[in-house]
């Protein structure tokens, strides 16, 4: 099974983009799903987390008011609403569901997932 992540595309500063996320062959609505990006020359980091039910969100400061998590379990779909977006942002997304079904609330290390896909760029022009 893979997420995968789409909703990329070129925008300018301060535009608004949103990006799906999507799992074949199972379901992840028992589990926590995180949003990582991976800019040219940089390491993966983490970006957004939702908890299996929704309940609980962890943001990066970076984003924390600009970006926001949702899930749809019954579309088995989690999403990130980008807004505000800053030539920063510019990055490969990809989204990934915590390896750990049961684990409470939710972590932000990237070692934590699984299912990794392809991701989505987002690129952000000044």
């Known amino acids: 099974v893979q997420l995968q992540a789409s909703g990329g595309g070129l925008v300018q500063a301060g535009g608004s983009l949103r990006l799906s996320c999507a799992a074949s062959g199972r379901t992840f609505s028992g589990r926590a799903v995180g949003w990582f990006r991976q800019a040219p020359g940089k390491e993966r980091e983490f970006v957004a987390t939702i908890s299996r039910t929704g309940g609980t969100l962890s943001y990066a400061d970076t984003v924390k008011g600009r970006f926001t998590i949702f899930r749809d379990n019954a579309k088995n779909m989690v999403y990130l609403q980008m807004n505000a977006l800053k030539p920063e942002d510019t990055a490969v997304y990809y989204c990934?569901?915590?390896?750990?079904?049961?684990?409470?609330?939710?972590?932000?290390?990237?070692?934590?997932?699984?299912?990794w896909g392809q991701g989505t760029l987002v690129t952000v022009s000044s």
């Open positions: 990934a569901a915590d390896i750990n079904p049961y684990v409470p609330g939710v972590r932000t290390a990237a070692r934590n997932y699984e299912y």
